[in-house]
């Protein structure tokens, strides 16, 4: 995938809006293959878990809007999905993911580590991409989809803390001067999230000047990819 190709939706109305199912499927078949110590394999379940709990929202009939939030959410998950299929095929993922494919069977690198770096590369990156995405599906602006990525976000601060204790190691480890204390604080998904909202603002409004929202796009990546570096540094 070149530079360019990066943004490369239709910018056109109406486009089919995919099934949630097809997205789930897929990650169950990438949980099937890798093994669990897999630090890919650790964020695809956290994933896969926030998928799930999505669908399970749209099935309830409690939303007010489930084509907009089925539109985001396959949206943003075939931005996961493409950067898999693409390091599996020996091409270049986007710069955000690339620390956690080098550094997946790092025996220094704890899960907690490898679930917050999917994270962030996914929310520093490619969720305001997602949001352009769906736009375009939809043929909408982001302001309309503010509800659904609401949804989205609160899902994933839901499921920030259920990754916290789960992953972290006991209470025993957990001192002050523990380096996975400094960097699972250092991080933060609610600031991840408001960012990667005024980051999809601005992509929109960029949407007729292609080069220059592929260089916005490219300095995002950028300063996603550094922070997962920083996120993925050894801890024993």
Same mark, same amino acid.
């Given at each position: 995938?070149?530079?360019?190709?990066?943004?490369?939706?239709?910018?056109?109305?109406?486009?089919?809006?995919?099934?949630?199912?097809?997205?789930?499927?897929?990650?169950?078949?990438?949980?099937?293959?890798?093994?669990?110590?897999?630090?890919?394999? !650790?964020?695809?379940?956290?994933? &896969?878990?926030?998928?799930?709990?999505?669908?399970?929202?749209?099935?309830?009939?409690?939303?007010? %809007?489930?084509?907009?939030?089925?539109?985001?959410?396959?949206?943003?998950?075939?931005?996961?999905?493409?950067?898999?299929?693409?390091?599996?095929?020996?091409?270049?993922?986007?710069?955000?993911?690339?620390?956690?494919?080098?550094?997946?069977?790092?025996?220094?690198?704890?899960?907690?580590?490898?679930?917050?770096?999917?994270?962030?590369?996914?929310?520093?990156?490619?969720?305001?991409?997602?949001?352009? %995405?769906?736009?375009?599906?939809?043929?909408?602006?982001?302001?309309?989809?503010?509800?659904?990525?609401?949804?989205?976000?609160?899902?994933?601060?839901?499921?920030?803390?259920?990754?916290?204790?789960?992953?972290?190691?006991?209470?025993?480890? &957990?001192?002050?001067?523990?380096?996975?204390?400094?960097?699972?604080?250092?991080?933060?998904?609610?600031?991840?999230?408001?960012?990667?909202?005024?980051?999809?603002? !601005?992509?929109?409004?960029?949407?007729?000047?292609?080069?220059?929202?592929?260089?916005?796009?490219?300095?995002?990546?950028?300063?996603?990819?550094?922070?997962?570096?920083?996120?993925?540094?050894?801890?024993?």
């Amino acid at each position: 995938m070149n530079r360019f190709q990066q943004l490369a939706v239709p910018d056109t109305p109406g486009g089919a809006v995919a099934e949630i199912g097809p997205v789930i499927e897929r990650m169950r078949a990438y949980r099937s293959k890798w093994p669990p110590q897999d630090g890919v394999a !650790v964020f695809n379940q956290v994933y &896969l878990t926030v998928t799930e709990a999505v669908r399970g929202r749209i099935r309830d009939g409690s939303l007010t %809007d489930p084509e907009a939030l089925t539109a985001l959410d396959v949206r943003f998950a075939e931005r996961y999905l493409t950067a898999v299929d693409t390091e599996a095929s020996g091409g270049r993922p986007p710069d955000c993911w690339r620390p956690l494919f080098a550094c997946r069977h790092h025996p220094g690198v704890r899960p907690l580590q490898f679930a917050l770096a999917g994270v962030n590369a996914h929310i520093g990156h490619d969720l305001a991409l997602a949001v352009v %995405d769906t736009c375009r599906t939809l043929g909408c602006a982001p302001e309309d989809l503010e509800d659904a990525f609401a949804c989205v976000g609160d899902l994933l601060v839901t499921l920030e803390e259920e990754i916290r204790e789960e992953l972290m190691p006991g209470p025993d480890l &957990l001192e002050l001067a523990d380096p996975l204390t400094h960097l699972a604080g250092a991080w933060s998904l609610e600031r991840a999230r408001e960012g990667a909202w005024a980051a999809a603002r !601005v992509l929109w409004r960029l949407r007729a000047v292609p080069l220059l929202a592929e260089e916005f796009r490219a300095r995002m990546d950028a300063g996603a990819g550094l922070v997962g570096r920083f996120l993925l540094t050894p801890c024993r």
